[in-house]
């Protein structure tokens, strides 16, 4: 059964650095194929992707927002972490990581989300 | 960058058959799959549509999925009450490094 969850800071003050970790079972980066990214979708619109990190370590980033994001994976842990850095009140979103697998392409399992605020 | 788009509503009443477009303003999205996700109010979008045609297991074959060229179309045939949600199609656009672009998604409304 694959399940995947978000966890990290709910508040965050202007100009401060997102942390989230997404914590996944039920599949592994030592299998080919493999990615997880992360994607937002602030109140009342569209998700929005961010970044990927794929199962050989490769990454890769929102054209917009590249400057802004990280991505790392411990395949150890079956985690994978993600910082934004310089939050702004509209990066207000629920922030989901999502699994990609060579079978099924894009986020065919999804966390529950985790609600980020950014005000002062 | 690439841009879906999508209308903002569609409507139908029960039993109809609905379809939902998705056209992208680049070429790149042209020799890439196209996705689909249905979003209920206050949950976790849900795969609907795979690599443009193909259902996830437990999915109903009410839905699917079309592509051609740079646009895509999801039908739902059948129309029924809990079908009523945000529909939003994705895709790799390989240009720029490669990143996903998500449309902007469609209100769905069940008369």
């Known amino acids: 059964q694959v399940t995947l969850r978000e966890s990290g800071p709910a508040l965050l003050k202007p100009t401060q650095t997102l942390t989230l970790t997404c914590t996944f079972s039920g599949f592994s980066f030592t299998t080919a194929g493999m990615c997880v990214s992360w994607i937002r979708q602030p109140p009342g619109k569209a998700p929005e992707w961010l970044a990927r990190i794929d199962w050989e370590g490769d990454k890769y980033y929102s054209p917009s927002l590249r400057t802004r994001l990280t991505i790392s994976k411990d395949t150890s842990k079956d985690e994978v972490v993600f910082t934004m850095i310089n939050m702004d009140p509209v990066d207000t979103a629920t922030y989901y990581c999502?699994?990609?697998?060579?079978?099924?392409?894009?986020?065919?399992?999804w966390g529950q989300g985790i609600v980020v605020t950014v005000s002062s | 960058q690439s841009v879906l788009t999508q209308p903002p509503s569609a409507s139908g009443t029960p039993g109809q058959r609905v379809i939902i477009s998705c056209s992208a303003s680049?070429?790149?999205?042209?020799?890439?799959?196209v996705y689909w996700y249905q979003q209920h109010p206050g949950t976790t979008p849900k795969l609907l549509i795979y690599?443009?045609?193909q259902r996830p297991s437990g999915v109903s074959d009410r839905f699917s999925g079309s592509k051609s060229g740079t646009s895509a179309s999801l039908a739902i045939s059948g129309l029924r009450s809990d079908d009523e949600a945000d529909y939003y199609c994705a895709a790799w656009d390989d240009s720029l490094s490669g990143y996903v672009i998500f449309g902007g998604g469609t209100k769905l409304t069940v008369l």
């Open positions: 999502a699994r990609e697998d060579s079978s099924y392409g894009l986020f065919d399992y």
């Open positions: 680049s070429s790149n999205i042209g020799s890439e799959y």
């Open positions: 690599r443009n045609t």
